[in-house]
């Protein structure tokens, strides 16, 4: 350990030098290249910080950054300083469970939690403005050994009948999000089984449940919690690695397991509703050369057997492509889904993509303005979206500040349509925070 707290004694001395040499660049530099220059420095201070985390712990690992997965586990709430102001970036600083020190006692608990305040006013039909109670979120790991570890994530949501019938239902329904166990072997290979986000989308599995994670109060609509356009859920086992690959920091994912049930929005938690297993594959590259950029695609492929719904084959490929520096954040998907009736050449296509960019001000980093648009196209002839999910498309104008390291308002002007219905504006404000 003499040799790791020399190390850190290093890595500290050149986090040093590195700020001295960057703010005499700052002082001779010309106004046009000083965003340029905290790009770097940002850069420079988030490979530091990783490496006094590796040799604090004991770990040894490669000099290429470690695979974040679709599935790592929970992020720690963000450190204050620089970095508490990338809530997008902090959405991945995500826990692997890699090898600990000989000296950690198992298992070791770690508890997080997040949650929101909301208040929505809209012109939808059918809807009433007021203030309602987000998601109450807590995020549980467990390092079983130097190997091993297990990650849990629970939700507590507000019903809309709580109250009513004999017996009275409950204020809040109780789900369990995930729950995995995780060998790792290696960066290269890690193995989770359990229930996962289903990792076909980079937005479902960058920011889970917690709002607090993502820049925005909501989350795009075709991954919109409770929807039907993609399966969110997956059970089943999970392979994951990445490899140096030159530079190009390459990332993988693959598995096999339970789809949707009888119900669209559902996965089979408690069984497979039909023998055939739905699986996934994809991947992404993040080159180590342009920092905070990822780019990636992804394929899904399972059999649906809906109650009401004829049966048929599911494809679907997804596309991303984000950079999350704090200027800018840009995040970018695309999702198509295809169904056809078994045995048939006939398929149809549904279609939905969504871009976001956002950007926090040099002279007001607490705020951080933002805009997403969002677009679903869902033909007549499809047979399962049919009377479950609507063609829509609308725009979100936002701004989120930041009350604290731990903290955020968030306020949103939308304009949305769906299909048959005319176009409609709604406000939304938030508070959403970390513990």
Known sequence: ???????????????????????????????????????????????????????????????????????????????????????AEAGHEHDHGTVLDSAQTYPSLRLSGFSDINFSASQQPGTKSGFNEGQFVLHISSALSSRVTYFGELSLTARTDAGAGSP????????????????????????????????????????????????????????????????????????????????????????????????????????????????????????????????????????????????AREWIESAHLVLTRENPEIIAEFFNVNHAAPGSNVSVHSQAWYAQVGWRLSFAELWKPYYRYEYVHIPGADPVYRGAVASSRGSTLGVRYDISTYAAFKFEYRNQSALGVKNYNAFYAQTSFTF
């Open 1 to 87: 350990m003499h040799a790791s707290k020399r190390n850190l004694c290093r890595t500290l001395a050149a986090l040093g030098v590195s700020l001295l040499v960057s703010s005499a660049a700052w002082a001779q530099a010309p106004a046009a290249t000083q965003a340029e220059l905290i790009d770097r420095l940002m850069g420079r201070i988030d490979q530091l910080e990783k490496r006094v985390a590796e040799l604090e712990s004991g770990r040894s690992i490669s000099r290429a950054e470690p695979a974040r997965g679709p599935e790592a586990a929970a992020s720690s709430p963000a450190a204050p300083g620089p970095a508490a102001l990338a809530p």
């Open 168 to 311: 009275p239902a409950a204020g809040f329904n109780m789900e369990v999000e995930r729950s995995f166990i995780r060998f790792d072997q290696s960066d290269h290979f890690k193995l989770s089984i359990g229930r996962f986000h289903t990792p076909i989308s980079y937005w479902n599995t960058a920011f889970h449940h917690g709002s607090w994670l993502q820049t925005t109060a909501s989350r795009p609509q075709s991954i919109a919690f409770g929807g039907s356009f993609l399966p969110l859920h997956f059970l089943g086992a999970l392979a994951e690695g990445s490899a140096a690959a030159g530079g190009l920091n390459l990332n993988y994912y693959s598995g096999i397991g339970n789809g949707r049930s009888s119900v669209l929005s559902r996965d089979g938690d408690f069984g497979d509703v039909n023998n055939n297993k739905a699986w996934l594959a994809g991947g992404f590259l993040k080159p180590q050369w342009l920092y905070g950029f990822q780019i990636g695609g992804s394929v899904y492929r399972d059999k649906i057997d809906a109650t009401g719904k004829p049966e």
